[in-house]
């Protein structure tokens, strides 16, 4: 009952417009400085994966099938991973491939934004400590579990310096298991700017994101939109490779800024 219902609802979102939902969700003054999608970027989308690494450990970890798929596809990604999932999984293979965590809290579920500021704040930092000592390189986003961010949580982020991003390319991936419908619908949401999220395929759970995100790296890569990380597209460091059909020269990116309204952040 739940997938045909996502599927309704995520079709009809499309259909209006995800990154328009998201300018709209950026009016609510919680979420005025969270990065929905980035402005002034040509050629790139901004690639993140949730969760992951793998909740099973290494019996069911298909880190190594996504790292070699995005390698394949030259694509860099911002990892959003819950610290629980993290443990011996090879974090720092990760970032030297050239890919990025991002702090997701220990584990995705709902309740962070009842906790009190201090006791939030104390479990943001131990996420972001475990983060850092696995994968050797600092945090610098943040992904509020279930998207739930409160004023007080985002002070904390702010005080840890950490950013928090959303996106503006999403289907509930994790629920709708069929892939083909999950690439298609992504597809239909990016374009360059885009922060597209998928979920982290393990072994007996969510494998499906697997195919997903094969299907999607090929679908932009067909688009000549190539996938970086978070930190890439927000610096505009994201360069056009020499092989792009749209041009011969190699053209440094101007992202102008991640999507915030700084006057009513004040
Ligand atoms: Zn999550």
């Known amino acids: 009952m739940l997938e045909p219902a996502l599927k309704c609802l995520w079709t009809c979102a499309t259909a209006v417009g995800t990154r328009k939902l ?4 950026s009016r609510i003054s919680t979420y005025s400085d969270t990065a929905f999608y980035f402005e002034g970027v040509e050629g790139v989308v901004a ?5 992951g690494l793998a909740r099973g450990g290494v019996e069911t970890s298909l880190v190594s099938e996504v790292l070699s798929l995005l ?4 694509a860099r990604c911002t990892f959003f991973v819950c610290s629980k999932y993290l443990a011996s999984l090879g974090a720092d293979r990760v970032v030297a491939a050239g890919h990025e965590f991002g702090n997701h809290m220990e584990e995705d579920k709902f309740g962070y934004s009842k906790l009190m500021p201090d006791e939030f704040e104390r479990a943001l930092k131990e996420s972001n400590d475990v983060i850092e000592a696995e994968s050797g390189a600092t945090v610098r986003w943040f992904r509020a579990p279930q998207g739930v961010l409160t004023s007080s949580m985002r002070r904390a982020i702010v005080r840890l310096k950490l950013r928090h991003a959303i996106g503006d390319a999403y289907c509930d991936d994790w629920a709708v298991s069929d892939a083909d419908w999950v690439a298609r619908t992504l597809l239909r949401q ?23 995100l094969t299907m999607v790296l090929q679908g932009l890569s067909d688009r000549g939109l190539k996938c970086v990380t978070l930190t890439e597209i927000d610096r505009g460091e994201s360069k056009r490779g020499a092989g792009d059909p749209g041009g011969g020269a190699v053209d440094v990116l101007q992202a102008s800024h991640y999507h915030v309204n700084i006057m009513a952040k004040r």
């Open 47 to 51: 690639l993140t994966i949730d969760d």
């Open 22 to 25: 998201g300018w709209l969700v």
């Open 71 to 74: 390698e394949r596809h030259d």
């Open 190 to 212: 990016a374009k360059a700017g885009s922060i597209v999220i998928l979920h982290m395929p393990e072994r007996g759970h969510r494998e499906h994101t697997l195919e997903a």
